[in-house]
């Protein structure tokens, strides 16, 4: 089973920039579609983006097309989250997860089996 921690998260002011970072131990995450989900308060946990194994191909929610940006490292075994231009409505907690079974939509929470607990985002107005 591969282990994920996030890094990266804290409090900024709208407009700024922050870069979320997910480090995985136990196993390589090379083969993997990499994703992250973000869960508001209140909210369900939501798709914000994904990347395949090599990655050469993401894909990114409406709601952060253009500002976000993923990207993955895998001699370092780490895929990160470029987070540009936030918004109060970014604020939430921010999970990086792996689909180790090549299974399903990269953009559903059900495809992937491995996650990490999570790094706190928030945007003050």
């Known amino acids: 089973q591969v282990q994920l921690v996030e890094s990266g998260g804290g409090l900024v002011q709208a407009g700024a920039s922050l870069r979320l970072s997910c480090a995985a131990s136990?196993?390589?995450?090379?083969?993997?579609?990499m994703g992250w989900f973000r869960q508001a308060p209140g909210k369900e946990r939501e798709f914000v983006a994904a990347?395949?194994?090599?990655?050469?191909?993401?894909s990114y929610a409406d709601s952060v097309q253009g500002r976000f940006t993923i990207s993955r490292d895998n001699a370092k075994n780490t895929v990160y989250l470029q987070m540009n231009s936030l918004k109060p409505e970014d604020l939430a907690v921010y999970y990086c997860a792996a689909n180790t079974l090549a299974y399903g939509s990269s953009r559903s929470a059900k495809s992937y089996n491995s996650w990490g607990p999570g790094t706190q985002v928030t945007v003050s107005s």
């Open positions: 990347i395949d194994w090599s990655g050469t191909s993401a």
């Open positions: 136990g196993r390589t995450i090379s083969r993997y579609t």
